[in-house]
């Protein structure tokens, strides 16, 4: 069985990631993007499905891990009976090549290692055709695909299994390097490990050194930061949600989802956490991803978009994987790509307009999609749809989609009504605005309870309702906002975090039952600062950084009960809750919050 999901830390060259556990396995690795079919998943099944481990032979009296300062180069440090030693694991940047390099560095005395190293391409399934090319070279090959492997330790094969067993003194080094090219190219050269890990090291802390001060929580929005760097697809600038498939959002469940790709809202919200920083290349690649990516017809938008902005994303099940303690179906592709989400045309006018209000360099297409979305949303935000949680059932109108319309025609008619040659324009999409809003007010209240509903004509809650206070349809003192706030706390908080809704309704599909979803915590903290109340934010706030591994890394979700992650692993969404807050309560007054309920 698969370590528990926090005790992993992840590796990336900003093209794909591998997830490392404590005892330094590598048990999830795409080559050569984010998307592409793995050749280690253990992390969905078995060992026999793939994994590279490096580990001391016996009794480990200690581990201690954390990444290089500023880097997304990991440390682990073993400490047995006879000595210690560290094994330091990075992917190097350069565009080169998508490799995985290794080095296992004795500190003191001697101590002994095992090397195992299971290639299984095609998510576990293929076993390759291994040959020894040259001293300490072996490929690996099955169909399009070549993994070469270097090592200056000898090693044997067996039943499939590459293995090796090696001994390290103080002051010596042992090397390995994976990389992964096409099967019918040349095999590729070696490439220096020292040169290599100089040039991670620089790549890495150049970025993170440009983190601006957020007082006492500077150090875990850059380790966020480092995190969402390396879910930038760098090729084309994409943001993959997370980098894995199918870590259960409940164990044995069946709520196990592809998030290898690029969700509009999930990035947008990437997006405007990187401006709030200063990060304004990154926000700009972002940018020109999306236009990209939505150019064409608007009622064709989807909510998500492969790492080149690919449409289309089939969504199948690999029954030859056992699935994360057991959880299945392991999907591959996701099938809301599909789906009708009003509310993405609101993330995307938002970021858009924050994008302007940062003074991001114009881009000539942003205008011309303004003007091809109003006339289309004009008539959709009065449908149905699937809505942010990307239910599995009938559509419904639910009131944060119709809030995000809201926001759509809001902020276009904010920056039309500065354009001289765009007035009408403008007016047309503040009297849309102003209907909407109208409607939400009338059809997604319940006077009777003092608060929003979930959808029109339900009794439920939605943690998504927070919104309406964070995109400024409604001010925080407000009376049903604050008794929707006062609802959402007494209904969907569990042990002080909230759920996102309360899938025993059946609204979403599924079978009941999943963690409490940590971005909407986040999400209630800053609301929390729009009312002023910072001290309830920040012990908020604390207890969510708590919930991070010891590398500083989030899931999705997490459960109260047996206190351990759920779900997908890094998690966009959550380390975009963390910049998020922590520059709402260091900024106060000039928080983004603020800025954005005010646009």
């Known amino acids: 069985m698969a370590p528990k999901i926090e005790e992993y830390a992840m590796l990336g060259n900003c093209r794909t990631a ?16 984010f998307d592409s079919a793995a050749c280690f998943s253990a992390l969905l099944g078995t060992p026999d499905n793939g994994c590279w481990r490096i580990t001391p032979e016996g009794q480990i009296r200690g581990i201690r891990r954390a990444y290089e300062d500023g880097t997304l180069i990991l440390e682990t440090i073993f400490e047995t009976d006879t000595g210690v030693a560290k094994l330091i694991d990075f992917m190097p940047t350069t565009p080169a090549h998508s490799s995985v390099a290794r080095l296992v560095v004795g500190l003191e005395g001697r101590v002994e290692f095992n090397m195992d190293l299971v290639i299984r391409f095609g998510y576990g399934r293929v076993v390759p055709w291994l040959e020894r090319h040259g001293e300490g070279c072996y490929t690996a090959v099955a169909g399009p695909d070549m993994l070469v492997f270097r090592t200056t330790v000898p090693i044997t094969s067996r039943d499939q299994h590459s293995s090796a067993r090696f001994i390290v003194h103080a002051g010596q080094r042992k090397s390995f390097t994976l990389s992964h090219q096409p099967s019918h190219e040349h095999v590729s050269e070696p490439y220096e490990l020292g040169a290599a890990l100089t040039s991670t090291n620089y790549f890495w802390r150049e970025f993170s050194d440009r983190c601006p001060d957020v007082g006492p929580w500077t150090s875990m ?3 966020s930061l480092i995190t969402l760097k390396a879910l930038t697809y760098q090729p084309t600038g ?22 290898r790709y690029c969700w509009l809202r999930d990035a947008t919200m990437t997006l405007m956490a990187f401006m709030n920083l200063g990060y304004f290349e990154e926000a700009a690649a972002w940018r020109n991803w999306l236009t990209r990516s939505v150019a064409g017809s608007p009622d064709q938008m989807q909510i998500m978009y492969g790492l080149a902005g690919e449409r289309d994303l089939p969504e199948y099940e690999l029954p030859w994987l056992c699935g994360y303690e057991g959880s299945q179906p392991v999907r591959i592709g996701n099938a809301a790509a599909n789906q009708r989400q009003l509310d993405i045309y609101g993330e995307v006018a938002d970021a858009m307009v924050q994008a302007i209000r940062g003074h991001l360099p114009p881009h000539s297409r942003i205008e011309a999609i303004t003007q091809v979305i109003v006339p289309f949303l004009e008539k959709a935000w009065r449908e149905p749809d699937e809505g942010i949680w990307e239910i599995r059932a009938e559509r419904q109108h639910f009131v944060h989609s119709k809030v995000m319309a809201w926001v759509a025609f809001d902020r276009i008619a904010t920056v039309a009504a500065t354009m001289s040659n765009a007035r009408r324009f403008a007016q047309k999409c503040r009297r849309i605005a102003d209907e909407i809003h109208q409607e939400v007010c009338a059809k997604g209240y319940d006077a009777q309870r003092n608060t929003f509903v979930q959808h029109y004509g339900s009794k439920a809650l939605d943690a998504s309702l927070l919104h309406i206070v964070l995109t400024g349809f409604l001010p925080p003192d407000d009376p049903r906002v604050e008794g929707t706030i006062q609802a959402i706390e007494q209904r969907l908080m569990r042990d002080g975090l909230l759920l996102r809704y309360e899938t025993e309704t059946g609204v979403d599909g599924l079978p009941p039952g999943e963690g409490v979803f940590l971005a909407c915590s986040f999400w209630l903290a800053d609301v929390y600062v729009l009312q002023g109340r910072y001290a309830k934010a920040q012990a908020l706030f604390e207890r969510l950084v708590s919930l991070c591994n010891d590398v500083g890394l989030l899931s999705e ?10 779900g997908n692993f890094p998690q966009a969404f959550s380390h975009v809750g963390i910049i998020d807050t922590a520059l709402n309560l260091y900024r106060r007054g000039q928080a983004p919050a603020v800025d954005r309920a005010h646009t």
């Not at 979700?557 to 759920?566: F, I, S, T």
């Open 18 to 33: 591998a997830l490392v556990s404590r005892e330094g396995s590598i048990d999830w690795l795409c080559f050569p993007r």
């Open 221 to 223: 929005v850059k380790r």
């Open 238 to 259: 994409g943001i993959v949600a997370a980098p894995t498939t199918s870590l259960p959002e409940q164990l044995g469940g069946k709520r196990n989802w592809d998030y």
């Open 557 to 566: 979700q997490y459960d109260p009960h047996d206190q351990r992650m759920l």
